[in-house]
């Protein structure tokens, strides 16, 4: 058999609105098949920055947008406390299908493996190569080890620039660690100082271009 991958799914091409409609048509793991769609990102295909989430939840699953459910209302709520504006940003997962168990009625999210994280990579690079942002922001370990290192660790590296071939990247925890953190406002307000830093990082670069 196969490895899976996204691979073989990914179209090559120049055009963002193509490489989401083929997204809808991935098998390259099996999260397709219990998950309601795949949920691609959203934002503008020139964004500057792109912000890099897990995998969609429930609400994401069932809408079919990403950040739409509890965590992403905290998240916006903190993009505006930090000054960033979501409309101008992009918006993605590190995998594209809700990965879930079912307990009762309620679908629980289940952190995606190893295996999806990789089989799902091919969309998250194809999505940066076209959008070429100067700056990703990770959200949380999942989306850290996909796009700057399998070996990132989020409590120690969190809130630091790092420099990777083709654009910046920095990383910090979920919003739905700060959702379940004890001390929900001190983890709150950690969350949005790294997001202030994202802001100075970016108007660095529009002050000295
Ligand atoms: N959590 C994520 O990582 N992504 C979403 O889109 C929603 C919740
Ligand atoms: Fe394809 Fe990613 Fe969905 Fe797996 S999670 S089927 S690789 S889009």
């Known amino acids: ?10 179209p090559d091409t120049p055009d963002l609105a193509t490489l989401r409609t083929a997204s809808c048509g991935c098998r390259g793991c099996d999260l397709y098949r219990h998950a309601t769609q795949t ?3 959203e934002g503008p295909a020139d964004a500057a920055v792109v912000l890099v989430g897990e995998q969609p939840g429930d609400q994401e699953d069932q809408q ?6 509890p965590a992403g209302h905290l998240l916006d709520r903190a993009l505006a406390d930090a000054g ?16 879930f168990v079912e307990r009762g009625k309620r679908r629980i999210h289940k952190a995606p493996g190893r295996t999806e994280i990789v089989a799902c990579s091919a969309w998250i690079t194809a999505e940066l190569a076209l959008i070429r942002p100067e700056l990703v922001v990770c959200l949380g370990a999942i989306a850290a080890q996909a796009v700057i290192d399998p070996a990132f660790k989020v409590s120690k590296q969190r809130g630091h620039v790092v420099s990777m071939p083709d654009y910046r990247a920095i990383a910090t925890v979920h919003p739905s660690a700060v959702l379940r953190a004890p001390d929900r406002a001190e983890a709150y307000a950690a969350f949005v100082a790294d997001l202030k830093k994202v802001r100075a990082e970016m108007s660095k670069r529009t002050t000295s271009g």
Not at 1 to 10: I, N, Q, Y
Not at 84 to 99: G, I, P, Q, W
Request: hydrophobic content about 45%; proline content about 6%; aromatic content about 14%.
């Open 1 to 10: 058999m196969k490895a899976p991958g996204a691979d073989e799914f990914v």
């Open 39 to 41: 949920v691609f990102g």
């Open 64 to 69: 079919g947008h990403p950040f739409v459910g």
């Open 84 to 99: 960033l504006d979501r409309e101008t940003l992009y918006l993605t997962n590190a995998v594209k299908h809700f990965k």
